[in-house]
C-alpha cells in the first residue's frame, strides 16, 4: 500500500485497514465434495449446485472468474475478462450460483442457505467469535484478493489538516490496536500486534494471520517501475511467493466501463 498507483506518495490516501476475499464454507460443502474445500474452483463444482453463493461486487467477482482460470488479475486484460464471464455465465445457468450477495451472503452462511461462498475475511473471523465457530475461511489455491478501504481527503475538503492529524492519529500503535481488537480486519499498523496481545490481552486476535498475517502469507514486498494507463512509468510494489492477489487496477473511465460491461450481465437485477 505503499506508494499507490492511484495517489503517490500518499497525497490525499492512507490505508485504512484491509481484508481478504477468499472462500468460506459450512461443514455440509466437505460432506457433499468428500473433501475439505480449498480452490476457487469449488465455487463451481456440481457437487455444490444451489448451494454457492457468489458476490455481486463485480471486482471480487471478476477476479474470483480470472483467478480459476490461471489469470493473474492484476496483469490482465479485456480478452482473458471475456473468458472469465463466460466462465461465470455457464456457473449461473447451470444452476450451480444459488444467489449474487453484498453483505448478506453472511446471514446465508450462517443458516445454512449456502454451504460454500466468496467470503471477506473479517466477516468470518466475526462470526467465529460471535457464535458461528462451524464457518471456516479459506485462503484458496489459486490466492486471495487483498484489498484495502482508504481513508481519503476530497481535493477541495475546507480542513485538510484536520483529516491529516486524524489520519496520523489512527495511525499510533496504541490506537489502532484498539481498532484491530474491534474491527477484526487486517491492520495496517505493525506495531499494534505486540499492543493487542500484551496490553489488550487478547492473543486470539494477535496470533490471528486473518489480523496480522504473517510473511508465509505476504510474501516478498518487490518495488519495480510499471507503466500506467496514461502511458507513465510509476514505481509498483508486489508480493513476491505471496499467497495474495491483486484487483485489477483500472485507471481509466474506459478501463472501468469495459469491466462492467462485461462482468455486469452475470447479476441479475434481483435474484439468482
Known amino acids: 500500500m505503499r506508494n499507490p498507483v492511484w495517489d503517490p506518495d500518499h497525497e490525499y490516501t492512507i490505508a485504512w485497514q484491509s481484508g481478504l476475499t477468499g472462500i468460506a464454507y459450512r461443514p455440509e460443502a466437505e460432506t457433499a465434495l468428500g473433501r475439505t474445500p480449498s480452490t476457487l474452483r469449488d465455487l463451481f463444482d456440481p457437487a455444490l449446485a444451489g448451494r454457492v453463493g457468489m458476490l455481486s461486487d463485480l471486482m471480487d467477482l471478476g477476479s474470483a472468474a480470472l483467478l480459476v482460470t490461471g489469470v493473474d488479475p492484476a496483469a490482465s486484460e479485456p480478452s482473458q475478462w471475456t473468458d472469465a464471464a463466460a466462465l461465470l455465465a455457464e456457473q449461473?445457468?447451470?444452476?450451480?450460483?444459488?444467489k449474487y450477495y453484498d453483505q448478506g451472503y453472511l446471514r446465508a452462511l450462517q443458516r445454512g442457505d449456502i454451504w460454500i461462498a466468496q467470503a471477506w475475511s473479517g466477516d468470518i473471523y466475526q462470526a467465529?467469535?460471535?457464535?458461528?465457530p462451524e464457518l471456516r475461511f479459506v485462503v484458496p489455491e489459486e490466492g486471495a484478493i487483498l484489498w484495502t478501504d482508504n481513508m481519503a481527503i476530497p481535493r477541495q475538503a475546507q480542513h485538510p489538516v484536520d483529516a491529516t492529524m486524524l489520519m496520523d492519529f489512527v495511525y499510533r500503535p496504541r490506537v489502532a490496536a484498539l481498532i484491530a481488537d474491534w474491527v477484526w480486519y487486517v491492520c495496517p499498523v505493525p506495531g499494534a500486534q505486540r499492543i493487542v496481545r500484551d496490553v489488550l490481552g487478547d492473543e486470539q486476535v494477535a496470533d490471528s494471520p486473518l489480523v496480522f498475517p504473517g510473511e508465509?502469507?505476504?510474501?516478498?514486498?518487490?518495488?519495480?517501475d510499471w507503466l500506467n494507463d496514461d502511458g507513465e512509468t510509476v514505481e509498483r510494489t508486489t508480493l513476491v511467493g505471496s499467497s495474495?492477489?491483486?484487483?485489477?487496477?483500472?485507471?481509466?473511465?474506459?478501463s472501468q466501463r469495459v469491466w462492467e460491461r462485461i462482468f455486469g450481465p452475470i447479476v441479475p437485477a434481483s435474484g439468482p
Open 216 to 224: 508465509d502469507l505476504l510474501g516478498e514486498a518487490v518495488t519495480e
Open 128 to 132: 467465529n467469535r460471535l457464535g458461528h
Open 92 to 98: 449461473r445457468y447451470s444452476g450451480i450460483v444459488r
Open 244 to 254: 495474495f492477489r491483486s484487483y485489477p487496477v483500472l485507471a481509466q473511465p474506459e
